[in-house]
């Protein structure tokens, strides 16, 4: 593939912008700037740099998907249908989801093939948090042990976590972490039980009011900054 055409590609300008950045000495190639502007690379091998920034051989997608109950967050699962059937029409194939909500959970999801984003975003260094309005029955025992950080009865400890009551049986839930089930497990420590769990905001950035179960949207590019800058 010739360079000018990956980096136009990839958003560094138009084909005529980007032959003069390389031609200024702007690109490497496998640590050597190139100024030819006629250079073909490898695009599937071949590390190329725009400045200091890696320029991905694929084009990176963002979405936000809004998970309806009755799907897996596999992305393959011999027996139950998983969310990447929504997503038959996105050319990529490489596409995950930034965690996973359970099969019944609904909400919103990250979807990408940005590795390095997935990485951190899931990281416990990063800490991001995650909103979810929580349906159950039961009354929760002592509410001050969400914000000290609960024990699970398998001995683990959870971060401490935010929970505001909304009405008998209707709470929001923030916590920062991704144990498994960590929403039920934390309910049923407080004599709860869930019956419906939905996230609604993940890293601060709520579920898009415009989407309906489903259906998804390409994130914006101040989402996309945000997101990286986390
Ligand atoms: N916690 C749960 O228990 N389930 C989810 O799907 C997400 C968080």
Redesign the pocket.
Known sequence: MRLDKLLAHRGYGSRKEVKEFIRKGYVSVNGTIVFDDDTKINEKEDEVYFLEENVPYEEKVYLWFYKPKGYVCANFDPTEPTIFEFFRKIPTKNLFSVGR??KD?TGLLLITNDGILSHRLLSKKSAVPKT?EVTFTGTVRDESLFSQGMTLEDGSVCLPACFTLLSSGVAHLTIYEGKY?????MMAMQGCSVIS?K?ISFAGISLPQELSEGEYRTLTSEEIRFLKAI
Not at 181 to 185: A, D, G, L
């Open positions: 909500l359970d959970t979810y089930h960590q929403v039920k497990r769990l996230r």
